[in-house]
């Protein structure tokens, strides 16, 4: 069974930084892109950043980058989210998900983690 | 950017009807549509891709069509557990992927 287990959330002050991480088993991760897509408290989803199975490419989007950066680490099973500048609209629960590909581009997420709550506030 | 505007934004149907959720691009994503289901509290839920191909152990019930601008998420007998929110999601251009705002589905 696909298990992705979200960690690393939690209260951090405007300007600061948090890495998130996302293990993953019940597949052979290097073979799969893998995404972070966030929801604000009561709101809906949003894109946030996606990046290949080998590592090799990454995309951000517009509101995150130049702060945020997405990493993996293929020998044990686990993606990375390191976020800096952290800002009051970047509180929400940041979920990891796998890719159905292994390369970037035009496809779909299956399946996703519960997520964790990354709250910016001071 | 694509905008994906999902209507309506809550839809009220009593159990054993039918529901009909809509889903329009601002410019066309050809079938390149995903639907998911969200419960409070967990995690979205891969329905369907291809705008119209279910996932894997997705019950009949839930057919999805359209394609270029206009999609729809059908339910056919509503049962207790499919009373959740549904996000639409394009990936024919991107970055960035971008969702609808979601349609909460509740009991009537």
């Known amino acids: 069974e696909v298990q992705l287990l979200e960690s690393g959330g939690g209260l951090v002050q405007p300007g600061g930084s948090l890495r998130l991480s996302c293990a993953a088993s019940?597949?052979?991760?290097?073979?799969?892109?893998m995404n972070w897509v966030r929801q604000a408290p009561g709101k809906g989803l949003e894109w946030v950043s996606s990046?290949?199975?080998?590592?090799?490419?990454?995309h951000y989007a517009d509101s995150v980058k130049g702060r945020f950066t997405i990493s993996r680490d293929n020998s044990e099973s686990t993606l990375y989210l390191q976020m800096n500048g952290l800002r009051a609209d970047d509180t929400a629960i940041y979920h990891c998900a796998k890719d159905i590909y292994s390369s970037l581009g035009g496809n779909w997420f299956d399946p996703w983690g519960q997520g964790t709550l990354v709250t910016v506030s001071s | 950017e694509i905008v994906m505007t999902q209507s309506p934004a809550t839809l009220s149907v009593s159990p054993g009807e039918r529901a009909t959720l809509s889903c329009r691009a601002s410019q066309s994503v050809s079938s390149d549509l995903a639907w998911y289901q969200q419960k409070p509290g967990q995690a979205p839920r891969l329905l369907i891709y291809g705008a119209s191909t279910r996932a894997t152990g997705v019950p009949a019930r839930f057919t999805g069509s359209g394609s270029g601008t206009e999609f729809t998420l059908t339910i056919s007998s509503l049962q207790s557990e499919d009373f959740a929110v549904y996000y639409c999601?394009?990936?024919?251009?991107?970055?960035?992927?971008?969702f609808g705002q979601g349609t909460k589905l509740e009991i009537k």
């Open positions: 019940g597949f052979r991760f290097s073979n799969y892109a």
């Open positions: 990046i290949s199975g080998s590592g090799g490419r990454t």
């Open positions: 999601q394009q990936y024919n251009k991107w970055p960035p992927y971008t």
